[in-house]
């Protein structure tokens, strides 16, 4: 089982930046394929980034690319997602999930989530 906790989530205005964490204590981690899903209110949960277990290829939603940046620290056991240049439209609980292998754009591939952070952006 692992356990995933995120955190950093909050209110920002429009234009600001937030980083988000997500912390695991498995001693597996560098097994893991890694992403941030979001979910707004009445809407499905979408991919927002994913980053492969090295680090060295990452993936992106069109509606983040050049304002959001996933990364992870294997040391650290902890993916993150700088975000910059945050709209309205962005707005959602953003979730971590994990899955045993490459990352997926696909919700239902992963084995583990997050319970959640919420990230409002507003003025």
């Known amino acids: 089982q692992v356990r995933l906790v995120e955190s950093g989530g909050g209110l920002v205005q429009p234009g600001g930046s937030l980083r988000l964490s997500c912390a695991t204590s498995t001693r597996t981690f560098s097994n893991y394929g890694m992403a941030w899903f979001r979910q707004a209110p009445g809407e499905e949960r979408e991919f927002v980034a994913g980053?492969?277990?090295?680090?060295?290829?990452?993936y992106y939603a069109d509606s983040v690319t050049g304002r959001f940046t996933i990364s992870r620290d294997n040391a650290e056991n902890t993916v993150y997602l700088q975000m910059n240049s945050l709209k309205a439209e962005d707005t959602a609980v953003y979730y971590c999930a994990a899955r045993n292998g490459l990352p997926s754009r696909t919700m239902d591939a992963y084995d583990y989530w997050g319970q959640g952070t919420q990230v409002t952006v507003s003025s």
């Open positions: 980053i492969t277990r090295s680090g060295t290829f990452t």
